[in-house]
């Protein structure tokens, strides 16, 4: 079995600075002053908290925790729970950012936050995650809540986790389903939402490949990260008739040029078989992966993974960006130079939120909607947003990833006139 390579960070680059990167030349074009600029790249709120969690030994450890809130101009901040042990402050506030042009790209009512705790999930039992999520919640309650900021799933996250976030905060406030999305259907939530981001970039996928005049059943991908995002994105890529060639995910990746069967490798890693154990196919590294030859390059898993060490080995023709800041600046530059179409996180991975915006509105009105009509709307929210990008880039000559964040901080700007800053 081939080793994992290492994936680089760009040393030019945080994740908060990338996002900055962008906002800059968003600013620039519209034509904003300083106090604007100021006020629309810095987080309202930033919280750092203690969790303390005693474990199954006995001992007693001390985790850390952040909330930051990015923007709520446009409504309640909304955004993602991480839990990962790379998790940082400089991290959770450019996903923060990312989160408040995202929701207003795709035109919904929410702001943008995003929190997370640094531990390694996969390392704690189930008593110890319950635990530290509690603990977690409990010290930042007074500021979330179903009209002031509303969590999600992220990274090292689930329904789970979710159903004891709404559980903690009910304890103190009552029975608030609307406090948190992406909880269990029993508890409010929705079947819908596990699959609700990969189904995005499956659907932008769609409408990307009709503008390139590509078949779909002609189509090849490679999609770097197998977890909830990439192994949905994958199998409804996969169903569309999309061949896909590679996939990855912690330990390593597969390779067959002829086509992975997605509905058996997801049977095989629900049985608990690894990736590299899968024997219809040649085993890969990521960086392997994301030099692949292939139409679509969706990667999937974590930020700043293509930078300027590896974008010119890229070979794809479309790169999705499934992750949240997968491609940094520098690599967006040389991507641009060898004329690869890159759909900015910011769309691209749009679906969870839109669909997380679906399941506040039904705990809100206590109503549930039927999946034909959850799809449905999905489909007409990211088509709009869509068009909008592509409309936009191609009248001023701008990226479809600068596009999208002039559009999306216009649309910020103009509620933060409009309510008197």
Not at 336 to 360: H, Q, R
Not at 387 to 403: C, G
Request: with cysteine; hydrophobic share 40%.
């Amino acid at each position: 079995m081939k080793k994992k390579a290492a994936v680089s960070k760009s040393k030019a680059f945080s994740a908060f600075e990338s996002v900055n990167f962008y906002l800059e030349k968003a600013f620039d074009f519209l034509g904003y002053n300083a106090p604007m600029r100021t006020l629309l790249k810095t987080p309202w709120r930033e919280i750092q908290v203690i969790v303390p969690v005693r474990m199954d030994n006995g001992e007693l450890r001390i985790f850390e925790g952040y909330r930051v809130q990015h923007s709520a101009a446009r409504g309640p901040y909304k955004g993602g729970i991480r839990y990962h042990p790379e998790t940082d402050l400089d991290d959770v506030r450019a996903l923060s950012s990312l989160m408040s042009w995202k929701t207003a790209l795709v035109n919904i009512p929410f702001g943008g936050a995003k929190g997370g705790v640094r531990c390694a999930p996969e390392k704690l039992s189930p008593r110890e995650l319950q635990t530290l999520t509690r603990s977690y919640i409990n010290n930042i309650q007074s500021v979330i809540g179903p009209y002031h900021d509303i969590p999600a799933p992220d990274v090292g996250t689930n329904s789970q986790v979710m159903a004891w976030i709404m559980d903690e905060y009910s304890i103190t406030h009552g029975h608030t389903p609307a406090v948190v999305t992406g909880k269990p259907p029993a508890l409010g939530g929705m079947k819908e939402r596990e699959e609700a981001t990969g189904r995005g970039v499956s659907l932008i996928a769609e409408m990307l490949c009709e503008d390139l005049k590509l078949s779909l059943s002609r189509a090849t991908c490679a999609v770097q990260g197998f977890g909830n995002v990439g192994s949905h994105a994958a199998r409804l890529l996969w169903e569309k008739g999309v061949k896909i060639t590679a996939v990855s995910g912690k330990e390593g990746g597969l390779h067959n040029p002829k086509g992975l069967d997605i509905p058996d490798l997801l049977n095989h890693a629900a049985k608990g078989g690894l990736l590299t154990d899968y024997p219809e196919a040649d085993v890969m590294t990521n960086e392997e992966l994301l030099a692949a030859k292939c139409d679509i390059l969706i990667p999937a898993a974590l930020g700043n993974v293509l930078d300027k060490t590896n974008a010119k080995k890229v070979r794809a023709r479309v790169i999705l960006e499934g992750a949240n800041g997968p491609t940094n600046p520098d690599a967006d530059d040389i991507f641009a130079e060898k004329g690869v179409v890159v759909i900015p996180d910011i769309l691209a991975n749009a679906g969870g939120v839109i669909v997380s915006y679906f399941e506040w509105v039904q705990n809100i009105q206590q109503y549930s909607w039927e999946k034909y009509h959850i799809n449905l709307e999905l489909k007409k929210i990211l088509t709009k947003a869509y068009q909008d990008m592509k409309q936009f880039s191609r009248k001023h000559k701008v990226s479809y990833r600068i596009a999208s964040f002039i559009l999306g901080v216009g649309r910020v700007a103009e509620a933060e006139r409009l309510r008197g800053t």
